[in-house]
């Protein structure tokens, strides 16, 4: 299948609207049923509500990722401000570790400096990271780790996420950010539908800037974000975050498809 002909700006947005609206109504019906001041209180509740609220996060991490989907035909630049880059990466990762934790991979970040002003969309950063995390912690087994790194180099950042899990078959790096494109490449579970770095990588050329992929099996994988070192001279002055989650905690819908069903008690939701 070939990328022009078909429309992802129609497509899939469409399929995700569809979608949101019914997953809409299971989790009302769901809350109704296991209300948070009765899973508090009922341990065994509590566990069987788990399973039910972790299978939600997974199906709306989906429907997020066909809406993110539907934009792979546009080309135009996005709306970047100046803000620091480190504090942005510094803060998901920080959110990130207690759920690592919970798998016992460790998640570490590395920055070559304590801040760093550039311009960058930050909604579609964080989106990229989450993406890139998500699969890390996924293919890392417990005891493993995961290391999230920034370097400026030569005008450029780069933003590195490196795991020490299975690593990738020499055969299926060609297809990384076009797999759902190839009927013959599409991986069974828990690979998914392909769409995750395909988005990253839409999100990287938009920025003015790619993405790269190096991996070995059995030896891990690291995946590069590279953006163009450069301020556009426009701050983001703003302190208050638009919630893009419908009021659902970010990071256990962006990690949703890597976490066991313990991640989504009661007191993580809250």
Partial sequence: MEAEQFDFSVVFPNIAAQLRSVLGNLHLAAAQLAPAIRREGDPALDSTASLLDQSYYRLLRLVNNLTAAGELGQDAPLPVRDRDLTETVRAVCAGAQGLFALKKVQLEFRSAADCHTCAFHQPSIELLLYQLLSNALKFTPAGGAVTVELKFINRWVRLSVSDTGCGIQEDQIPFLFDRYLHDDAMAPQPHGLGLGLPICQHIAERHGGTMIAESRPGQGSRFTLSLPDRRCGTADVSDVKFDYNGGFNP????????????????????
């Fill in 251 to 270: 990071l256990l819908l962006a990690l949703a498809d890597a976490l066991p069903p313990q991640a989504f008690s009661q007191r993580h939701l809250d």
